[in-house]
């Protein structure tokens, strides 16, 4: 496999600052229900982890500063993916030196852990180096990192984490809401089919639920008419 990570993205769109503020608002509007607001649901720091985009940078991102994306013209791509993977590994170095358990990162160990030589590894992270997917994927299992997370522009990587929250963290913040008042242990609920409902799709059930709980307490409550 002989594809370069530029070449696998050269026919995507990705994501601008504006696809970033209508994921933002839909943020905003699942947030608001709950009670929280936009810095209660995303945490630059968490960001980060998940992105492997530097904090600062996320920052700038959820303020409005124009994602960092691939020229079209193939060789200065070549040159962006390049420095792309280059900032993504010296972060992941940085992570894996800080933690607390572990030898730290090794040149030699990773080498050895992908199949390739250290001259390679070195010239990648030094940004010498074209990055082949098959050595980005091979670094990402090595490493246990989310596939696709060495070669994914800034945007798209943040629009992935998005959306994420939109389809997933907020819905469960939602749902578990409305489970503590329908009395957490009384829902029961099956599924038929090959795959289980999005979480997204079952926040109306619960909301449904939960507003008949409520006028249960509501009815209970009404003084009794003589």
């Given at each position: 496999?002989?594809?370069?990570?530029h070449?696998?993205?050269?026919?995507?769109?990705?994501?601008?600052?504006?696809?970033?503020?209508?994921?933002?608002?839909?943020?905003?509007?699942?947030?608001?229900?709950?009670?929280?607001?936009?810095?209660?649901?995303?945490?630059?720091?968490?960001?980060?982890?998940?992105?492997?985009?530097?904090?600062?940078?996320?920052?700038?991102?959820?303020?409005?500063?124009?994602?960092?994306?691939?020229?079209?013209?193939?060789k200065?791509?070549e040159?962006?993916?390049?420095?792309?993977?280059?900032?993504?590994?010296?972060?992941?170095k940085?992570?894996?030196?800080?933690?607390?358990?572990?030898?730290?990162?090794?040149?030699?160990?990773?080498?050895?852990?992908?199949?390739?030589?250290?001259?390679?590894?070195?010239?990648?992270?030094?940004?010498?180096?074209?990055?082949?997917?098959?050595?980005?994927?091979?670094?990402e299992?090595?490493?246990?990192?989310?596939?696709?997370?060495?070669?994914?522009?800034?945007?798209?990587?943040?629009?992935?984490?998005?959306?994420?929250?939109?389809?997933?963290?907020?819905?469960?913040?939602?749902?578990?809401?409305?489970?503590?008042?329908?009395?957490?242990?009384?829902?029961?609920?099956?599924?038929?089919?090959?795959?289980?409902?999005?979480?997204?799709?079952?926040?109306?059930?619960?909301?449904?639920?939960?507003?008949?709980?409520?006028?249960?307490?509501?009815?209970?409550?009404?003084?009794?008419?003589?």
């Amino acid at each position: 496999m002989t594809e370069s990570a530029h070449e696998a993205t050269a026919a995507g769109h990705e994501a601008t600052a504006a696809d970033i503020a209508q994921l933002l608002a839909e943020v905003d509007a699942g947030a608001w229900p709950l009670g929280k607001t936009r810095d209660d649901v995303l945490e630059a720091k968490t960001i980060s982890m998940h992105t492997f985009i530097r904090e600062s940078r996320v920052c700038e991102l959820l303020d409005g500063a124009d994602p960092e994306v691939p020229p079209h013209a193939k060789k200065p791509r070549e040159e962006f993916f390049k420095s792309l993977v280059k900032q993504r590994l010296e972060l992941v170095k940085e992570r894996i030196n800080e933690a607390p358990t572990g030898d730290g990162f090794s040149l030699r160990r990773v080498a050895e852990g992908v199949d390739l030589s250290h001259p390679t590894i070195d010239h990648l992270l030094k940004g010498k180096h074209s990055p082949r997917l098959d050595y980005a994927y091979a670094l990402e299992r090595h490493l246990r990192l989310p596939r696709g997370i060495l070669s994914t522009p800034e945007g798209d990587a943040l629009a992935a984490y998005l959306r994420k929250v939109i389809t997933e963290a907020l819905p469960a913040l939602s749902i578990m809401a409305d489970i503590e008042e329908i009395g957490g242990g009384k829902v029961s609920l099956r599924h038929t089919g090959d795959e289980a409902p999005a979480l997204r799709d079952l926040v109306p059930v619960f909301k449904f639920l939960a507003a008949r709980e409520r006028a249960k307490r509501a009815q209970r409550e009404q003084p009794e008419q003589s």
